[in-house]
């Protein structure tokens, strides 16, 4: 599969989580999570202290997941990012889009070793689905 297959096959779910989400509206965590309620899909944040972030209520790591997901979105360090990888791997997940900075040349090379569809040095997830900034709250899911 190509990138642009990939991106397509990735974007095809309706419920997504995302590693390295934030409370703070600045960081792109928060603004990944806010791109997948803004285009009506099922977004789960991973935060290990937090309860609810943009109305969405956290688990604590990608074991914790209640129901299955489509992919998963990565914005963490590279170091942090290859722990997801094998997190990912471990709870079933086949689908890793790393956004621009979270990506590692040895990440992206376990992660396609495990037979995952990986998306990493290309464009960011916002950009693919058109996310609109925007200073009022998300519709929750």
């Known amino acids: ?4 297959e990939q ?4 974007l095809r779910g309706q419920a997504y989580a995302v590693v390295g989400v934030s409370k703070d509206r600045a960081k792109y965590g ?3 999570l806010r791109c997948y309620l803004q285009k009506g ?9 937090e309860a609810e972030i943009e109305g969405q209520k956290c688990v604590p790591d990608l074991f914790a997941l209640r129901e299955p997901v489509h992919g998963l979105s990565i914005i963490t360090p590279p170091a942090i990012t290859e722990r ?18 979270a990506e590692s040349p040895r990440a992206v090379e376990r992660a396609r070793e495990l037979g995952m569809s990986v998306i990493a040095g290309g464009p960011c997830l916002l ?13 929750r899911a």
């Open 1 to 4: 599969m190509d990138a642009g």
């Open 30 to 32: 928060n603004k990944v």
């Open 7 to 10: 991106i397509e096959d990735f």
């Open 84 to 101: 997801i990888v094998e997190d990912a791997a471990a709870a079933g997940i086949t689908r890793l889009w790393m956004q621009p900075g």
């Open 127 to 139: 950009v693919a689905l058109g996310y609109r900034e925007d200073t009022g709250s998300v519709p």
């Open 41 to 49: 899909r099922r977004a789960i944040p991973i935060h290990p202290r």
